[in-house]
């Protein structure tokens, strides 16, 4: 099997910085892209960032300029520094990865999830 497992979520004052962090374990054979999303109560999941397995980036235009995605292949990590964050941003972060692994059937590849972790932003 193969889980996600985000960290460092909780409450900042507006202006403020977090960085979230999420970690694929399992019998994985290869993590392909990588990406956060977002869901504030009553609203959909949109997405915030997201990271191919060569590096490349992009970001949701409410973002862009304050928010940084990266990974660590040899962890199987994808972090997000949050800064500058504003109320708007409150929400729960989700990390999703597209991971090959070996199954019954053979070689198969799933989008996985994350269980979210809180960001409050509040004075």
């Known amino acids: 099997q193969v889980q996600l497992v985000e960290s460092g979520g909780g409450l900042v004052q507006p202006g403020g910085s977090l960085r979230l962090s999420c970690a694929a374990s399992?019998?994985?054979?290869?993590?392909?892209?990588m990406g956060w999303y977002r869901q504030a109560p009553g609203k959909q999941r949109d997405l915030v960032a997201a990271i191919t397995d060569g590096g490349s980036t992009n970001y949701a235009d409410s973002v862009k300029g304050r928010f940084t995605i990266s990974r660590d292949n040899d962890k199987n990590t994808v972090y997000l520094q949050m800064n500058s964050l504003k109320p708007a941003d409150t929400a729960v972060y989700y990390c999703n990865s597209r991971i090959q692994r070996t199954t019954n059937w053979g070689v198969r590849e799933y989008d996985y999830w994350g269980q979210g972790t809180q960001v409050t932003v509040s004075s």
């Open positions: 399992g019998s994985i054979l290869r993590v392909y892209g």
